[in-house]
């Protein structure tokens, strides 16, 4: 097991009480139990360094007292939250370590099926999770994708789930984030293309689906119009336009957000938004995207802009939109969100399973009728 001892750093700190705030979307979609992480909260009293009180510390300690007790894959989603939102220093380096090493260990304690897989992107190797691949059979493929905070690790369990719909399925980080080595970028679509063609043979990688979380959205809209490989996109919470334009939203965006992008794109945060404005897709680049696009928006999303939405809707000819009355990533609606996104899939799926289509539409309507109710 990954050594766990901690180590003192001087790593510049974030702004405490916007991590704790930022960190309780992460913790419920992993469905973490409040009753258990908000004491956690309140223990720790400061970002930086490797000791007790501080961000990496508390939730390691946490972590580990639920891995002592056997409960391997929410240990590591613990040990996701302690290196949130991006590694800056030893504590958060022992977390992400401790993160993929319990990953792994429930992976082959529970065999699950998923498989480490090296993908080379212009010499630099990344490693995703896979599962359901085989040369003899090989299915149509769904690459899941997080955002600028989320490791592989935080969505792998999905795995097995998106076999049992008759699907290969691989997660993958975005370029800086996690084991993903690679620069963040404008041609950083390059890796989604490099994902199929490694996994070519082994999937039916000409029937490409993307889940693409929050700004890995964007990354998936510019990887299809350049490989028609890709059939459709679910994104939530994506950047489009005017996140990466408007000069007014971004002084409100979270520090937390700009800064991590910074660390990304690696350049200071006072320069991140410059650096990353002709980033933005308009009006011809999404009127050139031919495959289906099913969006989450949130209409009181703290990080894209509303008019990000009202791009998509103008522009995107085969669109299909979830609106939640929320902040970014819909954390109040993971459960309709989820289902939803897995039903977008096989909608746009020609050969998709008609029995699992309609227990992921029941699911939905049967979560609707639920919150109605309440």
């Known amino acids: 097991m990954t050594d ?78 302690g290196r949130f939102p ?6 958060r380096a022992r977390a992400l370590a401790l993160a993929v090493d319990a990953f792994d260990r429930w992976r082959k304690g529970e065999q699950t099926g998923i498989e480490p897989v090296m993908v080379d992107v212009d010499g630099v190797p990344v490693r995703i999770w896979t599962a359901g691949l085989s040369a003899e059979r090989p299915r149509p493929l769904l690459v899941i994708t997080g955002g600028i905070v989320s490791p592989k690790e935080q969505w792998g369990a999905l795995l097995p789930q998106i076999t049992s719909f008759g699907l290969a399925g691989a997660v993958a ?54 490989d028609p490989r890709i059939r459709g996109i679910v994104g939530n919470g994506a950047p489009i336009h005017d996140f990466f334009t408007d000069a007014e939203w971004q002084r409100n965006v979270p520090r937390v957000t700009r800064d991590t992008l910074a660390h990304l794109v690696g350049v200071p945060a006072d320069t991140v938004y410059a650096h990353i404005r002709d980033w933005a897709l308009g009006e011809s680049r999404l009127r050139a995207l031919d495959v ?83």
Request: aromatic share 6%.
């Open 4 to 81: 766990i001892t901690p180590h003192e750093g001087d790593d510049a700190g974030n702004d405490l009480d916007e991590l704790k705030r930022f960190v309780v979307a992460h913790a419920v979609s992993q469905n973490l139990p409040a009753d258990h992480y908000a004491p956690l909260l309140d223990r720790i009293t400061k970002d930086a360094g490797d000791g007790p009180g501080s961000w990496a510390y508390e939730w390691i300690r946490a972590g580990v007292e639920l891995d002592t007790a056997g409960q391997t894959l929410t240990a590591g989603q613990y040990f996701v939250m």
């Open 173 to 226: 980080e975005l370029p800086g984030v996690g084991e993903n080595g690679l620069p963040y970028e404008r041609g950083s679509e390059r890796l989604l293309t490099a994902i199929l063609d490694t996994l070519a043979g082994q999937a039916d990688v000409t029937r490409t689906y993307l889940l693409a979380l929050s700004f890995s959205g964007h990354l998936a809209i510019r990887a299809a119009l350049a």
């Open 292 to 374: 289906p696009f099913a969006a989450v928006t949130a209409r009181r999303d703290e990080i894209i802009p509303p008019s990000d939405a009202e791009y998509l809707k103008r522009y995107v000819a085969d669109l299909r939109l979830l609106e939640h009355d929320d902040v970014h990533g819909a954390p109040a609606h993971l459960a309709e969100t989820k289902a939803w996104s897995l039903l977008a899939v096989q909608l746009m799926r020609p050969d998709a399973d008609p029995a699992v289509t309609e227990r992921l539409a029941s699911a939905v309507e049967a979560i609707r009728r639920a919150g109605s109710a309440r």
């Open 86 to 91: 991006y590694v800056d220093g030893p504590g």
